[in-house]
Nanobody, 112 residues
Framework: QVQFVESGGGLVQAGGSLRLSCAAS????????MGWYRQVPGDQREMVAL???????TYKDSVKGRFTISRDNAENTLYLQMNNLKPEDTAVYYC??????WGQGTQVTVSS
């Protein structure tokens, strides 16, 4: 089974940027939908952004215009470019394929 490893998280000030990467151990081209979710302790995991194999994207309303999801099927990697970060973006971010295979998560902390 394909495994995912996220990276790129960290501590950043409000207004800053981070780029998350999700490297897969195998081909991701067979996964119709790949996405990023995030979770704060005590809350449910929520969808942040999705991208289909054809490139169609979907975003959580609060990140539209600030986050950009992309996938590189040749490099088997999923990305999330996050700009103008806000304290409420603080969470553990997870990548997923079709909502069935998940990475271990990477922490994003935005200070005010």
């Amino acid at each position: 089974q394909v495994q995912f490893v996220e990276s790129g998280g960290g501590l950043v000030q409000a207004g800053g940027s981070l780029r998350l990467s999700c490297a897969a151990s195998g081909s991701i081209s067979r996964f119709n939908i790949m996405g990023w979710y995030r979770q704060v302790p005590g809350d449910q995991r929520e969808m942040v952004a999705l991208v289909s194999v054809s490139g169609t994207t979907t975003y959580k309303d609060s990140v539209k215009g600030r986050f950009t999801i992309s996938r590189d099927n040749a490099e088997n990697t999923l990305y999330l470019q996050m700009n103008n970060l806000k304290p409420e973006d603080t969470a553990v971010y997870y990548c997923t394929a079709n909502g069935m295979i998940w990475g271990q998560g990477t922490q994003v902390t935005v200070s005010s």
